[in-house]
């Protein structure tokens, strides 16, 4: 009945938006923002500083049906006259309005679309010089403006979509997994594991490269998440072709201070809090971010396995029970200097620390089939221990604009690293059929280990023409890795414990990757067009320290090119085609050559002897815009992957016990392929009410023609999220978001750095499959307080248990069953408070010739 509820709530959702969407007439959303600067001076030539410029935004009124102006930004001049608006938005008209004391008035109409002389409409500039504005005497005196904003919660563009995670108040006191759950074409399952069409994605932080998991970053700090399915040349060719997911940091420059706190609690007692905090005044901007998160999770699960090795054929059985307690703290400040209106440096940097400690219980039982339920071995395992990591990165980042409008140059420079430290102990008991306990085994693991990632690049934008452009950039990430793991058995004989030299893994690596890429963009009336290519070459070496023992590979430049086209029609529409070359190299887990033994029925081993894997994408869009911001994307797709990087099982003789076990690893099978359709709708159903639907349907295939094992058969899949956003009198809002997994190829590898150790991934089999699975949240806010600057929320993910992560697979050596579910019916509190002052002349001692300052009124 739940499941019957699921679907007609999704369909009616979905047919509801369409039957619902009203005529064309409104530009699309998107992200668009752009820097709008000038210089004032009087008539001789001389700087005027201390002068107001307000940027008013024109509007129609709704009643009266006329033009009114809104306040959208405001600065003051600096001593040497100039000024700077960053973050305009494009879609909008402006007048600019300029007074100084002793200065008449002066008001200048701004926009950032032109029209030639044929009449086609251009893409805009997104850097608008007005250069010298002359100022005349006869001041007049200004006025206090408010501005009223509002943001989007869903952006759609044919090329990506951008999630605003402000407005998301169901992620409120969570992490980056939590945000992850409520964004469109993103999968998420109860281990955090991240897929984009059945398939792991690239991460991105600010545009760059990450070693932080999505659950070491608290959803407080995130502002939007930026969808890529198809990314350009531009992008790193890594991740194969699942795209790019790219989480964008807050971060604001606005004139005055700014902040917000905030702290919660779950059901469990977990807490968390945070603050917020921005200054901006003349040439400098100061941001920072602290927050903090506990956590106490638990975990149950089951795993049943029939062995097809043994005579008879035996079922195992395993129950597990994990709790984590701890938590982890991330603090990150950050500092803009403006040089010039066309020169800003930045410098920022992030330090994160987390300590938990896990506790698992695991009971496993092993009969005959054919012995009616009498149980021939059983165990029951503790295992306890620690986990630490500390982390720590730096990003400097150079902007510079020429005079030529649409000239651009960025340097960056990114490191990140950090030092990590775990034990565990391992206590294991022999049970009689009776339960009695007929011996102890115990052992031990202790390690530690630390990591370093740089990456420098640089980007140069050349426009040739009013409607060409040219982009360049280079690039290089160099990483290294050090990693000790150390097993003990607990000797009887010599009352210690002894290492076991076969179960020990010491090694350190590096990887390297270098690139360069060049794109050509042009347009012809409504069609457009953008070409590319991207050069890069890779090599990876790696170190058994404890053996001598090495290991390395070293690819040869690849290229790898992007074509699109985009072709508006009438009505708010527009086609678009796209086609990319991209790759996935194995990572840092899949290549280590370390058995862990963690989980009996789940023993895993890298494979030093992967080579990367290549894929080919193609890409049909189609976007229609409708009024009240209701939007529709419609995707066609079809990717190919040679040399796939996915698990395999093999029969292996145990290093600690003797016994002959099976072994996970890693293969590159000869090829994939997947195809679906997905389509995303947004519609605005009235002034308190906004719904979105995402479905996407494909079809999977592993092709493992290349090694001896039986292929799973191509499989028809649905995958669909369901979100409603409702703002109800008394500065209510509400937020139902629903989720839908119909069975499924399992993922076919974690690759493109959202991959971790193989003990996280839950089934070790490519011949399998995942079960139906759906999902409920719900929350509830209160804003309050002068313009509502403060709110509560309560939050309750998978109301009705139902998210269960079950799983079959089947081999030459075994069938099995697993199960598992992670904090159902999680309740969370949360309180939330803003402030701040966006005044101009915050620091200033004020004219005592009567200036007035504009201050802005956010409402949101």
């Avoid at 990319?580 to 989980?599: A, E």
């Avoid at 030093?608 to 894997?613: F, T």
């Amino acid at each position: 009945m739940k499941k019957l509820l699921l679907l007609i709530t999704i369909v009616l959702g979905a047919t509801g938006l369409f039957a619902q969407m009203p005529p064309a007439g409104m530009r699309p959303a998107g992200n668009l923002s752009a820097h709008l600067y000038g210089k004032l001076t009087d008539n001789d030539g001389k700087a005027i500083g201390e002068a107001t410029v307000l940027l008013m935004e024109n509007k129609i009124d709704s009643v009266t049906k006329k033009t009114k102006q809104l306040l959208y930004k405001s600065v003051i001049t600096q001593a040497n006259g100039d000024f700077s608006f960053e973050d305009v938005s494009l879609k909008s008209r402006y007048t600019l309005k300029i007074s100084s004391v002793g200065f008449k008035a002066y008001e200048l109409p701004v926009s950032f679309f032109t029209k030639p002389t044929d009449g086609a409409m251009q893409p805009p500039s997104t850097d608008k010089d007005l250069g010298k504005i002359k100022l005349t005497p006869d001041a007049k005196d200004l006025q206090v403006v408010t501005v009223v904003s509002s943001t989007p919660t869903i952006k759609l563009n044919a090329d990506k979509k951008i999630f605003n995670v402000e407005k998301n108040i169901m992620s409120a006191g969570g992490t980056g997994v939590d945000v992850m759950r409520n964004v469109p074409s993103v999968n998420v399952d109860i281990d955090g594991n991240i897929t984009m069409r059945n398939a792991a994605p690239q991460l991105l932080v600010d545009g760059r490269p990450t070693t932080l998991t999505l659950d070491q970053i608290p959803a407080d700090a995130i502002e939007s998440v930026e969808v890529i399915s198809n990314p350009s040349a531009k992008y790193d060719a890594s991740g194969g072709g699942a795209g790019i997911l790219n989480i964008v940091l807050k971060k604001n420059k606005k004139t005055g201070y700014n902040g917000n706190v905030r702290a919660g609690v779950d059901k469990r007692g977990a807490v968390n809090g945070g603050l917020d905090f921005n200054v901006r005044q003349n040439k400098i901007n100061i941001s920072a971010a602290v927050n903090g998160n506990q956590n106490k999770g638990q975990t149950t699960g089951t795993t049943e396995r029939i062995s097809q090795l043994t005579t008879p054929q035996t079922i195992t059985a395993q129950n597990n029970f994990n709790k984590t307690t701890g938590g982890f703290l991330f603090a990150k400040l950050g500092v803009d200097y403006f040089a010039t209106n066309k020169t800003t440096l930045s410098l920022s940097g992030i330090k994160v620390h987390g300590e938990f400690n896990p506790y698992e219980l695991i009971g496993v039982s092993t009969d005959s089939l054919y012995n009616s339920g009498k149980i021939s071995a059983a165990s029951q395992r503790l295992t306890t221990g620690t986990r630490e990591f500390n982390g720590q990165g730096l990003v400097f980042g150079l902007k510079h604009t020429f005079a030529k409008p649409g000239e651009e140059l960025t340097v960056d420079a990114n490191y990140f690293g950090g030092k990590n430290s775990n034990n565990s102990l391992y206590t294991t008991n022999y049970l009689t059929s009776t339960g009695a306990t007929s011996s102890t085994a115990l052992q031990t693991a202790l390690g530690y280990g630390s990591d370093k990632n740089f990456v420098i690049q640089s980007d140069y934008t050349l426009p040739l023409s009013k409607t060409a452009k040219l982009e360049t950039g280079v690039r290089a990430a160099i990483r290294s890795r050090v990693n000790v793991n150390d097993n003990y058995l607990y000797n009887d004989s010599a009352k210690q414990y002894l290492i076991i030299p076969s179960a020990t893994s010491n090694y350190k690596n590096t990887d390297n990757v270098y690139a360069a890429y060049a794109t050509y963009s042009n347009s012809i009336k409504d069609f457009s067009y953008k070409v590319g290519v991207r050069a890069e070459s890779s090599n990876y070496t790696g170190t058994l320290t404890n053996t001598g023992e090495t290991f390395k590979n070293s690819y040869p430049v690849s290229l790898f090119p992007s074509v699109f086209l985009s072709q508006k029609l009438a009505n708010r529409q527009e086609l678009q085609f796209s086609y990319s070359r991209r790759v996935n190299r194995p990572n840092f887990f899949q290549l280590i050559p370390f058995t862990d033994y963690t989980d009996k029925l789940n023993i895993t081993r890298g494979n030093p002897n992967l080579v990367p894997e290549f894929t080919q994408s193609v890409e049909l869009s189609y976007l229609k815009t409708f009024q009240k911001s209701s939007t529709f994307l419609g995707s066609l797709y079809y990717k190919h992957t040679d040399n796939l990087i996915t698990r395999y099982l093999s029969s292996e003789t145990d290093a600690v016990s003797g016994n002959t076990e099976l072994i996970n690893t890693y293969i590159n099978a000869n090829s994939s392929y997947a195809a679906g359709a997905e389509a995303t709708v947004l519609n605005t159903l009235t002034k308190w009410w906004d719904i979105s639907t995402n479905v996407n349907v494909y079809n999977s295939k592993v092709n493992t023609s290349n090694v001896t094992t039986t292929q799973q058969a191509a499989l028809w899949s649905l995958f669909g999220k369901f979100n409603s956003n409702f703002k109800l009198p008394s500065n209510f809002a509400v937020q139902l978001t629903t989720t839908y997994q119909s069975k499924t190829n399992l993922p076919v590898s974690q690759g493109g750095g959202m991959g971790g150790p193989p003990m996280m991934q839950s089934q070790s089999s490519s011949q399998g499959y995942i079960k139906p699975s759906w999902g409920m949240d719900l929350a509830v806010k209160k804003s309050f307080l002068k313009n509502n600057a403060a709110s509560v929320s309560l939050s309750v993910t998978d109301i009705f248990k139902t998210r269960i992560n079950s799983q079959y697979s089947s081999s030459d050596y075994f069938t099995q069953t697993y199960s598992r579910l992670r904090d159902p019916q999680m309740f969370k509190l949360n309180f939330a408070y803003r402030f701040g002052k966006l005044d101009a002349s915050l620091f200033k001692r004020k004219s005592s010739g009567g200036d007035s300052n504009a201050t802005e009124s956010i409402q949101q």
